[in-house]
T-cell receptor, first 114, second 110 residues
Framework: DTAVSQTPKYLVTQMGNDKSIKCEQN?????MYWYKQDSKKFLKIMFS???????INETVPNRFSPKSPDKAHLNLHINSLELGDSAVYFC?????????????FGPGTRLTVT | GQSLEQPSEVTAVEGAIVQINCTYQ??????LSWYQQHDGGAPTFLSY????GLEETGRFSSFLSRSDSYGYLLLQELQMKDSASYFC???????????FGRGTSLIVHP
């Protein structure tokens, strides 16, 4: 069984479109995250979320929004896509917020904006 | 803010030992984690240090010196499959959210 899964694995879309990436974890973890990894492999936290708190990296444009229908899911919505949004997006989870030192990552979604 | 420094690339031969260093600056240090990422893959957790000293997990060990704001990942008996990028990540108290370094590309030659 896959611990953290993401769909789609690849996403190619045009500038200006709105898209979503889905993430599910079956580990029973309380906290989930979204990361952006650019072409130079720099891994940057975008959001951290548990049932009590959403922590947003202040550098993330408000075109990006996380939505969590339940504890096992944290989806990423992106509005008005821009060329600079092209990257690999990783979802991750940890047992609890204070366990953020040990995270389990999904396989990633490679987003290409044309 | 936080900053981390690690070498961009390290090369070694199979069977050798390699050390990947990480220095950091942060205001509220909680711990240091290490992750491995193969090309096209996802980061996978390797180890975590909150206290000074060496943590050993099989062929991999991780060391932390809080007073020196320094840590390293030690890989022994290198194998070709160890060729990957290795990231250190500082965990800040309060948020417990990691800030990742830019990664070290390890190339293992036969």
């Amino acid at each position: 069984d896959t611990a953290v899964s993401q769909t789609p694995k690849y996403l190619v879309t045009q500038m200006g479109n709105d898209k979503s990436i889905k993430c599910e974890q079956n580990l029973g973890h309380d906290t989930m995250y979204w990361y952006k990894q650019d072409s130079k492999k720099f891994l940057k936290i975008m959001f951290s979320y548990n049932n009590k708190e959403l922590i947003i990296n202040e550098t993330v444009p408000n075109r990006f929004s996380p939505k969590s229908p339940d504890k096992a899911h944290l989806n990423l919505h992106i509005n008005s896509l821009e060329l600079g949004d092209s990257a690999v997006y990783f979802c991750a989870s940890s047992q609890e917020a204070s366990g953020g030192y040990e995270q389990y990552f999904g396989p990633g979604t490679r987003l290409t904006v044309t | 803010g936080q900053s981390l420094e690690q070498p961009s690339e390290v090369t070694a031969v199979e069977g050798a030992i390699v050390q990947i260093n990480c220095t950091y600056q942060t205001s509220g240090f909680y711990g240091l984690s290490w992750y491995q990422q193969h090309d096209g893959g996802a980061p996978t957790f390797l180890s975590y240090n909150a206290l000074d000293g060496l943590e050993e997990t099989g062929r991999f060990s991780s060391f932390l010196s809080r007073s020196d704001s320094y840590g390293y990942l030690l890989l022994q008996e290198l194998q070709m499959k160890d060729s990957a990028s290795y990231f250190c990540a500082v965990i800040e108290g309060g948020s417990y959210i990691p800030t990742f370094g830019r990664g070290t590309s390890l190339i293992v030659h036969p």
